[in-house]
């Protein structure tokens, strides 16, 4: 393959050639693990399905490169692996087959992209491991990853008791914190039980019981502004609950929800929302003419509104007439700004 060829290979392409590599590669491991006679090479191209000399180049990745104990009987004219049952031969920790493999290239991304320092201690492993699966394919990582973009929205550091918020949540103790809360401008002191570290929108929050209020909260890291381990075990949620209480309603600061949206977009926006996931159990129809109708359950209305001013006049607020109202207030005071 001429280098020229290599930069003009297409990013949508070579995900395809990395899967059929490495898939080649981990069905050579399955069936010499699997085998208790040497294979020969005949029948090592007829279950890999692939030409003499792509078994030859699988058989030198898997011994060259991955350093399995792959060795050729001349006797028995066939592959086996020379091994202790004691010590069986893995593939390498991080691992990809088919069905992964095309996550790759996002992966590295979203790794380049993740803020300086804050897991580089526990992701440089991940990072070498996937470049090393790269340059196996004799692809430039480098490059690559300057063709992928993965663009973040008003994100904040996570702040700096990330790890001391982790740890605690891996233990399972709770955390005394302060916590700055903006909508009142207020700094009040909590003890809280961790239940979910959440990326959510380019920002972190920490999904806990609230011991000072005595129910379930999210909380943003980069307002935490103190952050200590108590030797309290932390209160258990089971995910039950959990879910019934942060994914049942619209939003990050969702609470259970008992309200229903009903939002109508016009036909020329219906052609992009039609194909959107706001909720998941989300409800949506095209009406006769053209238009969009789309169903969301929701508790707390301030990050729905949100979203649908966005769309401005796009969309209309068809029910309840309390939310209607809201977004008509909001609508009204910024015209007021103009």
């Known amino acids: 393959m001429s280098a020229a060829w290599q930069r003009s290979l297409s990013l949508h392409r070579l995900p395809h050639l990395l899967m059929d590599r490495f898939d080649r590669i981990f069905q050579l491991n399955n069936i010499l693990q699997n085998s208790r006679r040497p294979v020969s090479h005949k029948r090592l191209e007829e279950q890999l399905e692939c030409s003499r000399a792509t078994v030859t180049r699988t058989i030198e990745d898997l011994r060259d490169r991955l350093n399995a104990p792959l060795e050729y009987d001349r006797k028995a004219n066939g592959y086996f692996y020379n091994q202790q049952i004691d010590q ?28 300086p320092g804050l897991l580089d201690h526990y992701l440089d492993p991940l990072r070498q491991r996937i470049d090393t699966i790269l340059q196996h394919e004799h692809a430039s990582s480098d490059n690559i990853i300057n063709r992928i973009r993965i663009l973040r929205m008003a994100a904040r550091p996570a702040g700096e008791y990330f790890q001391i918020v982790t740890h605690a949540l891996a233990q399972r103790k709770q955390l005394s914190i302060e916590y700055y809360g903006r909508a009142d401008n207020t700094i009040t002191q909590r003890k809280i039980s961790p239940q979910r570290l959440i990326n959510y929108r380019d920002n972190w929050y920490l999904d806990a019981w609230c011991h000072l209020r005595g129910a379930l909260r999210s909380f943003a890291l980069d307002a935490i502004q103190s952050a200590q381990i108590a030797a309290a075990n932390a209160k258990e949620v089971s995910d039950e609950q959990l879910d019934e209480y942060y994914t049942s309603a619209y939003g990050i600061f969702s609470g259970k929800a008992d309200k229903q949206a009903v939002l109508r977009f016009v036909p020329e926006c219906a052609r992009w929302v039609s194909n959107e996931q706001w909720h998941p159990d989300q409800q949506g129809c095209h009406l006769e003419d053209g238009s969009y109708e789309l169903r969301i359950p929701y508790c707390n209305a301030s990050e729905l509104i ?32 103009y």
């Open 306 to 337: 949100m979203d649908i001013l966005k769309y401005g006049a796009d969309v209309e607020v068809m029910a309840p007439n309390e939310l209607r109202q809201q977004v008509i207030d909001r609508l009204q005071t910024a015209s007021a700004l």
């Open 88 to 115: 069986m031969f893995e593939l390498p920790g991080l691992w990809f087959n088919a069905s992964e493999i095309s996550a790759l290239l996002g992966v590295q991304q979203l790794l380049a992209n993740l803020q």
